[in-house]
T-cell receptor, first 117, second 111 residues
């Protein structure tokens, strides 16, 4: 149990376009989902926390208008990188948890590698 | 503020040798502590976690970790490393909805 998927696993796009990344909890209801960014050989940096049905909470320094997060259902959260630029190229990882107490840790998706040309 | 320090950026061990990865934390209350493993190009897999109780925690893949409050440490150990253990290891501290990760330790396993 506690499987989280991400789609796509990798994406290449042109500068100025928008890219949407999906994060799904496959076998549990995720009341909270998290989006992280990871640069090569570095740790995970939390970008934002999203609760189902409410606006995401962004970490300091993360542009909410550039990284749009939607958590419309208990099994799906999306991250849209708007007007992507080469500096947005990175590995994006989502995680999910159920704060009702059934799940007591974050479960991570396999990640999405974004390359902006 | 909570923080995690993994002092070793890169560790190389021979297959079959024992392993210890260090993790030190700073946290205002009783911490929740986690160890995750990440294979290249993959997400993170939970190895083990500590919330309370027995300070020696058993995890998957033969890993264990010991919580030492006096040293603010949560070191990960494995008695005999396998080549498939080569990966990046992350220690994390905090509540489920507010986890902070260390910088990671890359493990290389020599044949």
């Amino acid at each position: 149990g506690a499987v989280v998927s991400q789609h796509p696993s990798w994406v290449i796009c042109k500068s100025g376009t928008s890219v949407k990344i999906e994060c799904r909890s496959l076998d549990f209801q995720a009341t909270t989902m998290f989006w992280y960014r990871q640069f090569p050989k570095q740790s995970l940096m939390l970008m934002a926390t999203s609760n189902e049905g409410s606006k995401a909470t962004y970490e300091q320094g993360v542009e909410k208008d550039k990284f749009l997060i939607n958590h419309a259902s208990l099994t799906l959260s999306t991250l849209t990188v708007t007007s992507a630029h080469p500096e947005d190229s990175s590995f994006y990882i989502c995680s999910a948890t159920d704060l009702s107490g059934v799940r007591d840790t974050q479960y991570f998706g396999p990640g999405t590698r974004l390359t902006v040309l | 503020a909570q923080s995690v320090t993994q002092p070793d950026i890169h560790i190389t061990v021979s297959e079959g040798a024992s392993l210890e990865l260090r993790c030190n934390y700073s946290y205002g209350a009783t911490p929740y502590l986690f160890w995750y493993v990440q294979s290249p190009g993959q997400g993170l897999q939970l190895l083990l976690k500590y919330f309370s109780g027995d300070t020696l925690v058993q995890g998957i893949k033969g890993f264990e970790a010991e919580f030492k409050r006096s040293q603010s440490s949560f070191n990960l150990r494995k008695p005999s490393v396998h080549w498939s253990d080569a990966a990046e290891y992350f220690c994390a501290v905090g509540a489920v909805n507010d986890m902070r990760f260390g910088a990671g330790t890359r493990l290389t396993v020599k044949p």
